[in-house]
Nanobody, 117 residues
Framework: VQLVQSGGGLVQAGESLRLSCAAS????????MGWYRQAPEKQRERIAA??????????LYADSVKDRFTISRDTAENTVYLQMNLLKPDDTAVYYC?????????WGQGTPVTVSS
């Protein structure tokens, strides 16, 4: 699966951004898509994911973004979105989209997000 990200950029604290991640043809019935982020001198952090394949999608969030970020997906477009609200300077990082199926990861190219105070 190939992933192409878009969105991101420079915003001020309190503002919003939306990231997109478009996947090539998905042939798996069960998979997970979501987002990691990597900030300078910090560990990579998985911040949001949607698990697809059960009775209904399961959405997971890291505590650091819960109630501010929302992950959603467009089935027809094979695209996952990350709506980021109330952004903080601590959200500054490179954001990577991922696709996980059969224990294999695919990664997007990364999108920088910078939040100024």
């Amino acid at each position: 699966v190939q992933l192409v990200q878009s969105g991101g950029g420079l915003v001020q604290a309190g503002e919003s951004l939306r990231l997109s991640c478009a996947a090539s043809k998905i042939t798996f019935d069960v998979y997970t898509m979501g987002w990691y982020r990597q900030a300078p001198e910090k560990q990579r952090e998985r911040i949001a994911a949607v698990v697809v394949g059960g009775y209904s999608d399961v959405r997971l969030y890291a505590d650091s973004v819960k109630d501010r970020f929302t992950i959603s997906r467009d089935t027809a477009e094979n695209t996952v979105y990350l709506q980021m609200n109330l952004l903080k300077p601590d959200d500054t990082a490179v954001y990577y989209c991922f696709f996980l199926a059969s224990e294999t990861y695919s990664w997007g190219q990364g999108t920088p997000v910078t939040v100024s105070s």
